[in-house]
């Protein structure tokens, strides 16, 4: 049975919910099998900014800033409404002020 796109919505909202319960690595597991329906669809912007929501609760800010950016990317290449392009430029302006401030790295 091939992968539906229609389980991109459910994976990430399965994986903000482990998340917010701290269990990383599910959440990690359950983002990057979204990622992989959702890569080189409109849903891969949303699918990589709640992955980098994900590691920046971890403060993994730097893998964070790499989602966010390529969040932001898609969104501006797609057109998308601009409260979600601003959405995307308050979390890497946020990500890159915390690098700047030594906050970055994995762990803290």
């Excluded at 399965?14 to 329906?37: F, K």
């Amino acid at each position: 049975c091939a992968p539906s796109p229609a389980r991109v919505r459910p994976l990430v909202l399965l994986g903000h919910t482990r998340s917010w319960q701290r269990r990383w690595e599910r959440a990690a597991v359950l983002h990057a099998e979204a990622l992989t329906l959702a890569e080189g669809t409109h849903r891969e912007a949303v699918v990589r900014q709640h992955w980098g929501k994900c590691l920046f609760e971890q403060q993994r800010h730097d893998e964070a800033l790499e989602q966010f950016v390529l969040a932001l990317e898609l969104r501006r290449a797609a057109g998308a409404p601009q409260d979600l392009v601003e959405s995307s430029e308050l979390a890497v302006r946020r990500a890159r002020a915390l690098l700047a401030a030594g906050d970055g790295a994995a762990g803290g």
